[in-house]
């Protein structure tokens, strides 16, 4: 009965609120690469944490994680900077609104399993 409600409680309809969302992203080939990247460069920063002997990679990757993350986020407001006229339209409101919007009115549902 509890591997069911687990189960159960995965995929809702709240995951299908997630792709709705601002055109303004990164090309394919970039996320294609970046995720993958990223997701190893965490991975590294878990193991190089947990070791003495690997205390300069360790500090190397926690100067590198905020360097590439402030990276991601001025590249993300330089394309909405340059493309300011359609940013600041109803319709870009309702897109970067409508999934936090549906997720808050999917909550009673996650919330009496």
Do not use: C, Q
Not at 7 to 29: D, H, K, R, V
Not at 43 to 71: C, H, K, Q, R
């Amino acid at each position: 009965a509890t591997a069911v409600r687990i189960l159960g409680a995965g995929p809702s309809l709240s995951y299908l609120s997630e792709f709705p969302g601002p055109p303004n992203t990164f090309p394919i080939y970039v996320e294609v690469l970046l995720v993958p990247a990223l997701a190893i460069i965490a991975a590294v920063n878990v193991v190089v944490g947990s070791d003495e002997n690997y205390a300069l990679v360790a500090d190397f990757m926690n100067n590198a994680v905020p360097i590439i993350g402030l990276l991601i986020l001025v590249i993300a407001l330089t394309r909405a900077i340059a493309d300011s006229p359609d940013l600041y339209t109803v319709e870009t409101f309702r897109k970067i609104t409508l999934t936090p919007m549906l997720s808050l009115l999917l909550v009673p549902w996650h919330i009496t399993d």
